[in-house]
């Protein structure tokens, strides 16, 4: 069942967006040469309970820390460690809290000083397929609507949409329905209704869209070992249409 949100949900949903924005704003910064994955972990534990929420990642389903640090080939749910980060790769981090008793969600990919002008080229276009979802998010449309348009999108500039991992509904759970995928035919799908919030993540692959687990049985990686970027944004649909709850 999609649980529709009241204008006073969506306003708790904010607080706890700008939250999630603040994290991704303090690890943008501190992301260079050098750094490992568990000092940005720390970093964002510090930042999350500084404003009075608590981070979402830690212990759910067991999962070991504050956030995903995802690195080049890694698609999604990296676990933060001693690898020190260099020039040339690319980190996505996933950044998820709890504050008075709703979720907020977002991730992005950053690069890491010089990368590739591949590497370049596929942050751009992940980052951009998630805006042309977000476009579609609007009350009378279909769920699919917002999937095609990142399929369309992303197919058209030559990469792959991985069909593993989708977005989700998000509220008093982290996870609720509906399931949003990052592709489909336009026009199918639950019809959107404001009230609705979700969290739209397109999860890019510059090779094939076939991804597997690694024996830490958390990390993603695509399965040509080829780069991988991921975007999100936690979106509610308003009646003039969606907001982004998690920008920064």
Partial sequence: MIIVKSLQEIELMRQAGRIVAGTLQELAGAVRPGITTIQLDTLARQYIQKSGARPAFLGYHGFPATICTSLNEEVVHGIPGLRRLKAGDIISIDVG?????????????????????????LLEVTRESLYKGIEKAYPGNRLYDISAAIQTYVESRGFSVVRSYVGHGIGSEMHEEPQVPNFGLPGKGPLL???????????????????????????????????????????????????ILTSF
């Fill in 97 to 121: 809290v709890f504050y008075k008793g709703y979720y907020g969600d977002a991730a992005a990919t950053f690069p890491v000083g010089e990368v590739s002008p591949l590497a370049k080229r």
């Fill in 193 to 243: 209704e404001a009230g609705m919030v979700l969290a739209i993540e397109p999860m890019v692959n510059a090779g094939t869209w076939e991804v597997e687990t690694l024996s830490d049985d958390w990390t993603v990686v695509t399965k040509d070992r080829n780069l991988s970027a991921h975007f999100e944004h936690t979106v509610a649909i308003m009646q003039d249409g969606p907001e």
